[in-house]
């Protein structure tokens, strides 16, 4: 779902994910120092192979993003380490258009990011399972925004397109579900173990 | 960070044994007996049920609308031989397109024909026997004769496709770990650039 290949999309919704996408790219790649860059990369790398294991679901086939944990765990520099990783998978494996990049990255790294953001000051209070369920809500959001951000963007380009609600909720919710699970675990332990990770002791909000 | 290694190596892991996981829809589309059929599949695993599939002409007009059935399968025989596209779309943004040329239909249209030519000609020419019959006759055999063989050559060639079609999608390992590596060697060159920014920056 969330590669979109090339010649599905119309030409005003290729460009303005592809406007927003320079935007996010540009703001992730500000806060990048010397220290958060291998972070990003082992994320990004991350993201890069578990988004190839794709799992039959139902009528279709689904994979994770761990957009949300991206989010919570690297701020604005998951937009970064998506794009690297949607170009990578683009090249050498055709998942995805390389022209629908921009609107691919949008969908997947932006709804994740926005919803760490939200709840980055919450986290910072939050402990044990506290913590573990607003991981689990903000991976949910994630899955859930970036479901409607895909839906939004063939809906736009055209109503042949029109995503079926079916497949959608037979699809992404048990996926939201699994994201909850997986991101709500790393980061009740994160938050035990090694708290700076998630940009918190030193610096509690919005840690550049 | 350092408990990220572990995460990283057990999706590595777990991915590694497999033969191919991966996640885009592909298409699998032959002619059989002038029927324009095959099945649409995710790379990996997994075919999409009761899915859209849409055939359109060379000039894009809509001419079939249908669904996969629990396989992925479909099938429709077309009116003439002509170039088609077929689309699968699984209703989630996976979506799939297909060509089929007029020629590989060549044989299955021309195979009908033998049977209604055939009674006229034999019974339109009842005196010369022989010689005229023979001529129609070598024709249609022909006719026969190539169709059998399309089908023949059809059913063989098939699995060879598939297999084709399934391998080229496959994700293979050698291709992850080059996009790692990728991944690492930007972050180096990021190190790199800021370093010597850095440095640049402390002797002014």
Redesign the interface.
Not at chain 2, 21 to 24: C, G
């Given at each position: 779902m969330a590669h979109i290949p090339d010649g599905v999309l119309s030409a005003p919704v290729l460009i303005g994910g592809a406007v927003l996408a320079v935007g996010g790219l540009t703001l992730g790649l500000r806060r990048l120092d010397e220290s958060e860059i291998p972070k990003t990369a082992i994320l990004a790398s991350t993201f890069f192979v578990a988004s190839l294991v794709a799992v039959p679901v139902g009528p279709s086939s689904v994979h994770l993003l761990l957009s949300g944990l991206m989010g919570l765990v690297l701020g604005l520099r998951a937009i970064p380490a998506v794009f690297v990783g949607l170009l990578l998978q683009a090249v050498l494996f055709g998942f995805g258009g390389l022209t629908s990049l921009g609107v691919d990255l949008v969908n997947i790294a932006f709804p994740g990011v926005a919803a760490a953001l939200l709840a980055r000051p919450l986290l910072a209070r939050a402990q044990g399972f506290g913590a573990a369920a607003i991981g689990a809500g903000v991976a949910a959001f994630s899955v859930l925004g970036t479901t409607a951000c895909v839906s939004a963007a063939l809906a736009l380009s055209s109503a042949d397109y029109l995503p079926s609600l079916r497949v959608i909720a037979l699809t992404y919710i048990p996926l939201a579900l699994v994201e909850a699970v997986i991101t709500g675990f790393v980061i009740a332990y994160l938050k035990r173990v090694k708290p700076e990770s998630l940009g918190l002791t030193a610096q509690p909000e919005g840690a550049a | 960070?350092k408990?990220?290694?572990p995460?990283?190596a057990v999706?590595?892991v777990?991915?590694a044994p497999r033969p191919a996981?991966?996640?885009?829809l592909k298409l699998f589309l032959t002619v059989e007996d002038g029927a324009l059929g095959g099945y649409a599949f995710?790379?990996?695993?997994?075919?999409?049920?009761?899915?859209a599939v849409i055939v359109k002409d060379g000039g894009g007009h809509e001419l079939y609308r249908g669904k996969t059935d629990d396989h992925g399968a479909f099938r429709w025989k077309p009116p003439v031989a002509a170039d088609y596209a077929v689309t699968v779309?699984?209703?989630?943004?996976?979506?799939?397109?297909g060509f089929l040329a007029a020629d590989r239909f060549g044989a299955p249209a021309a195979a009908p024909t033998p049977a209604t030519p055939l009674p006229p000609s034999s019974a339109s020419a009842p005196k010369p026997e022989t010689s005229a019959c023979a001529q129609p006759d070598s024709a249609a055999l022909a006719r026969l004769v190539e169709a059998q063989v399309d089908k023949a050559v059809a059913r063989q060639l098939r699995p060879l496709i598939e297999s084709y079609d399934l391998a080229e999608?496959r994700?293979r390992l050698n291709?992850?770990m080059?996009?790692?590596g990728?991944?690492?060697g930007?972050?180096g060159m990021?190190?790199w650039g800021?370093?010597r920014r850095r440095k640049a920056s402390d002797r002014d």
């Open positions: - | 960070m408990r990220v290694f995460i990283c999706l590595l777990l991915a996981w991966a996640h885009r995710f790379v990996g695993s997994g075919r999409p049920e009761g899915s779309d699984a209703g989630d943004g996976h979506w799939v397109e999608g994700v291709d992850v080059g996009g790692i990728m991944i690492v930007l972050a990021g190190l800021l370093a």
